[in-house]
């Protein structure tokens, strides 16, 4: 396996094990520069999956996707091969394109492409809101080799630099996408897939696709995701380096008294206090280790940073733990990062920024405080531990329970922690969710629909219809409904036509195209940012409070305010020992796959021990257990609980939410904030089941059905969509009218 070192340049060899492919042969693939350069850079081995990737991009013409775990090596994997295709061509110009998700993800492949191209004298751009004009200037000047952007850095390319498109891709042969899995299901996805086709108008011949992902859950839907329409010409490169050793552990905490309040807290937050015994654990299990601790709400994850940090200055040890989220000032997450990659032995509780793939070196084990969004977000993170082969990928996930005996049927379920074992139990199994095919993002089609004709100074309807439906990125829309939007959008000013009827930006359109955010398609939240003397420490959504003293936390510090510049939207602050959790725009709730909240189900049936679990999560569990066989909600789907009725549906979001909007259309309120159930109130349970053998569900219209769910923008163009339309996408988004039979027959079946 091994790049024979003490052999002259001329005879360089290597091989690679458990290979179909001739390892000299697949090495000898490579530009000379190419192999000199890793020659120099000491490589000895490449992975199985390179040498799969090697020969499907140099020997083959498909679009290709790389599946590794995070660290396999897939961004070697996809660029050296493309760098010797780049070597081998006789002109310059741009060839190849990387579009990555995060500007730190970029800064880190921007490194480590430079290194392998020292000598070759392929230049290696980067682009984004961080990259300095001058950068930006040479590249347009001489736009070459290989170009790392952003999404919305392309999308401004395109508003900005429209005449000079031509000339900047006509010569590209790659577009790589980095962390495909990301994408999808997103309005940035669907912004992805639209810039992609818009790019390729300006191509000579069709770049090929070249696509990196950790965690898939369907390779079939993931092509189908890539090429829109169908899943052929896609060759799959999967990482055949065999299984790797995964640890998991599940502990529990009962929610127990806290300590009395201190300077700079109130009583309403008491309850928000992170548990002492998890602050514990947490000190025992991190400190002192290469680690990551994930957290999904930004305020939690720097309540328990504060807390483990004075947990350590308490037992007077060295303080190693960092934060790192989205919320915090570049110089803030690069610390972190730079922390990380470093020898130093710290701890980060972070967010989902750090769940992709910035290297960040080998971590020794992850933790997670509560649920997790998805099975796919489990794996992406526990992925980050066990880089090594003598080390497995080692997760700890904490969870929180509700003590009471007295605590309603949901809560004594223990459904937070049979949520995450079944997660657990999936990602055992193999099993993650897989990519949502046919999410509508109207709302980003109003930002495309305005994008093209700032882009070419205005579109017949035809064309448009023909570039962003018919060939584009959001098929499914008929030209009647395309027609609607477009005068939905001409009523709120976003767009006129000419007398030639050349469709031209309106006045509010010329105003929203002119504005900085114009370029990425997601909400971004108005948060105030704040300054210790002259560095961001980060931002976060404030409010005037009427206390003399106000206080927060963030990075892991705490701050108190010394003032508010309103105008600026800046908070200055200096260090404090009060503290205050603080508050941060939310993102939307995630949604469940029906499989985790059927596992969940099988969880609750069984007396199977969960072997991940320690004891305290063990007894939780067979207590849940006793509880489901008390209320006898394992044989039987109803439940009764005072005046309340508990319907188990064992289903995910999509189908709940069905459920809840046929009830609430027959007059029947009901609730769907636990995962897997439905609670009615002041109902009767025969007239529940009479009133479902009378419906018809899958005769029901699901766009009428829509009509019964209070309109609500969730994305950012969404207010300039009309009613009909706003209802065919939430319909399309959000509603499972078959899984709502079956879950109906079921009730009926067994009651």
Not at 393 to 411: G, H, I, K, W
Not at 531 to 547: C, F, L, M, N, Q
Request: charged share 25%; with cysteine; aromatic share 6%.
């Amino acid at each position: 396996m091994f790049l024979q070192k003490n052999r002259p340049m001329e005879m360089m060899t290597l091989q690679i094990s458990n290979s179909e492919h001739s390892p000299q042969q697949t090495f000898d693939l490579l530009h000379r520069d190419i192999q000199e350069q890793l020659y120099r850079m000491e490589w000895t081995e490449l992975r199985p999956v390179q040498v799969q990737a090697i020969r499907a991009i140099l020997q083959g013409n498909l679009d290709i996707i790389i599946t590794a775990p995070t660290a396999g090596g897939k961004t070697e994997a996809a660029f050296l091969p493309i760098l010797s295709h780049i070597l081998d061509l006789p002109c310059t110009g741009l060839r190849s394109m990387y579009i990555g998700p995060l500007k730190a993800l970029i800064n880190d492949q921007f490194q480590r492409l430079e290194d392998i191209c020292e000598h070759t004298g392929i230049p290696v751009h980067r682009w984004h809101g961080d990259v300095s004009m001058t950068h930006k200037r040479s590249f347009l000047d001489n736009p070459s080799g290989v170009l790392l952007i952003t999404p919305e850095s392309l999308e401004a390319m395109f508003v900005n630099r429209a005449d000079r498109l031509g000339v900047l891709f006509s010569g590209l042969d790659f577009i790589v996408i980095d962390e495909l899995h990301s994408f999808f299901g997103s309005e940035r996805g669907a912004h992805l897939r639209s810039l992609m086709s818009r790019v390729s108008r300006y191509c000579s011949k069709t770049p090929r696709l070249v696509a990196l992902s950790a965690t898939l859950g369907d390779l079939r839907l993931a092509c189908s995701w890539l090429k829109q329409k169908e899943a052929s010409g896609i060759e799959i490169v999967q990482d055949k380096g065999g299984e790797r050793e995964i640890r998991l552990g599940v502990r529990a905490y009962g929610q127990i008294a806290h300590q009395s309040l201190t300077e700079g807290e109130n009583q309403d937050e008491e309850d928000n206090l992170p548990n002492e015994r998890l602050v514990s654990d947490l000190f025992r299990h991190f400190h002192g280790k290469k680690a990551l601790v994930f957290g999904n709400q930004k305020s939690r994850i720097e309540l328990y940073a504060d807390a483990v940090k004075t947990e350590t200055a308490r037992r007077g040890e060295h303080d190693n733990f960092l934060v790192h989220h989205g919320s915090l000032g570049r110089l803030e997450r690069e610390d972190a990062e730079d922390e990380l990659r470093s020898d130093r032995r710290v701890a980060v509780f972070c967010s989902s920024t750090l769940e992709l793939g910035i290297d960040i070196g080998p971590v020794e084990v992850v933790g997670q405080l509560g649920c997790l969004p998805s099975v796919n977000s489990l794996l992406q993170r526990l992925g980050r531990s066990g880089r090594r082969k003598e080390h497995p990928a080692t997760m700890r996930l904490y969870c929180e329970v509700q003590e009471r005996r007295d605590s309603p049927l949901p809560d004594r379920l223990c459904l937070d922690l049979v949520e995450l074992c079944a997660m657990c139990q999936l990602a055992i199994h193999g099993w993650c969710e897989p990519p949502p095919l046919n999410k509508m993002h109207l709302s980003t089609l109003v930002h495309q629909i305005l994008a093209l004709i700032v882009e070419r100074g205005g579109i017949h309807t035809p064309e448009l219809y023909a570039d962003l439906v018919l060939h584009g990125a959001f098929p499914g829309l008929s030209e009647s409904q395309f027609a609607m939007l477009l005068r939905d959008m001409g009523t709120h000013e976003l767009i006129e036509q000419d007398d030639t009827r050349l469709l031209i930006l309106g006045r509010i359109g010329e105003r929203l195209a002119r504005h900085y955010s114009f370029y990425s398609v997601f909400q971004t939240p108005v948060e105030f940012d704040v300054k210790h003397e002259h560095r961001t420490i980060g931002s976060v959504a404030y409010t005037p409070s009427p206390d003399a003293s106000q206080y927060l936390i963030l990075s892991g510090k705490r701050w108190q305010i010394t003032s508010v510049d309103q105008e600026a939207h800046v908070l200055h602050v200096v260090p404090s020992r009060g503290k205050r959790a603080p508050t941060f725009s939310s993102g939307s709730k995630w949604e469940l796959d029906d499989m985790v909240t059927q596992m969940m189900q099988t969880i609750l049936a069984s007396n199977e021990e969960l072997k991940f679990c320690d004891a305290n999560a063990s007894m939780y569990i067979n207590r849940a257990r006793q509880e489901a066989r008390s209320a006898n909600i394992i044989d039987k789907s109803l439940s009764v609980e005072g005046k309340k009725i508990l319907w188990f549906t064992w289903r995910g979001s999509r189908v709940n939410r069905t459920l809840l909007l046929i009830m609430k259309s027959l007059k029947l309120t009901c609730d769907d904030s636990y995962p897997g159930l439905l609670i009615f109130d002041s109902c009767d349970p025969q007239r529940l089941l009479n009133i479902l053998r009378s419906v018809d569900v899958r005769s029901l219209s699901i766009e009428s059905l829509a009509a019964h769910q209070p309109r609500v923008a969730t994305e950012k163009y969404d207010m300039y969509m009309p009613e009909e339309l706003w209802r065919y996408q939430y319909s399309v988004n959000s509603l499972d009218i078959e899984g709502a039979a079956i879950a109906s027959s079921e009730l009926l079946a067994n009651s």
